[in-house]
């Protein structure tokens, strides 16, 4: 399909169908995440991308060129209110003048499929200092059921630079975090706590378990054969990378 030019501005139009927006309000930080397909578009590799968050006054959100955007960006959008309006802008590099934009259609992210509610499997703080350490699963984040004790990935202060999903969003650390993260956590609920698992409960290791399940296409072993509980695990957390295609997008990050 031909790009759309509007004639007489001069400026490409960027089809909501490049433009992948989603929106997540069900735990806190609300995020936004947003990720701009260019390959059928002919602008300058180094014109600049913004995502404006539009309402009574313009937030605009840095997204870099067009030739370094590759990668899903996040923002969090806590205090920007639920009737905004989201647009991509492409500013030429050299006479600041917008020569690209397009109007993002909103996909508000589903609740967790595996997990039975709103809210996420794994979430994400960043908060305090871990004294020396880049990050740690917590047990002491509130869940399902009056749960108390659900896990949580924290990540240091100082390291995530107050924006943890933004710091987990990066295939490079997100490669090296999420599967380990995951290992851990199903260690904990299988082979050291051995919780019986309740398909019809929404308790967060009822989540987790369901989560892995789905993506191993069957239940995890008994327990009593750690040997083979410990496998299933370690498939399964290879099955995950694999299918967020994590070691593709890391290797892709080391060669920017």
């Known amino acids: 399909m031909p790009v759309k030019t509007i004639k007489f501005l001069g400026r490409v139009k960027i089809a909501a169908r490049d433009i992948h927006l989603t929106v997540n309000r069900t735990a806190e930080p609300h995020v936004v995440k947003v990720k701009v397909d260019f390959s059928s578009y002919q602008l300058p590799p180094a014109s600049r991308v913004f995502l404006d968050l539009k309402q009574m006054d313009t937030v605009r959100c840095n997204l870099g060129t067009v030739g370094t955007h590759v990668y899903e960006a996040t923002f969090d959008i806590t205090k920007i209110p639920e009737n905004t309006t989201y647009e991509i802008v492409v500013v030429d590099h050299e006479s600041a003048r917008k020569i690209a934009d397009g109007q993002a259609r909103i996909q508000n992210s589903p609740a967790d499929p595996q997990g039975g509610s709103s809210s996420p499997l794994l979430p994400v703080d960043g908060t305090v200092g871990l004294d020396g350490v880049i990050w740690r699963i917590d047990y002491d984040a509130t869940g399902q059921e009056g749960a108390t004790d659900a896990p949580v990935l924290r990540i240091d202060v100082e390291a995530c630079q107050g924006s943890p999903t933004g710091f987990i969003s990066k295939p490079e650390l997100a490669t090296l975090i999420l599967p380990a993260a995951m290992a851990i956590i199903l260690n904990k609920i299988i082979l050291i706590d051995e919780h019986p698992y309740e398909p019809s409960s929404a308790r967060w290791q009822n989540g987790w378990i369901r989560f892995a399940s789905g993506i191993m296409k ?16 370690e498939d399964a957390c290879a099955k995950f990378a694999n299918s967020k295609s994590m070691l593709t997008e890391f290797i892709k990050s080391q060669s920017v």
């Not at 069957?218 to 695990?233: C, G, H, N």
């Open 218 to 233: 069957a239940t995890p072993p008994d327990p009593k054969d750690q040997e083979e509980v410990s496998q299933w695990i």
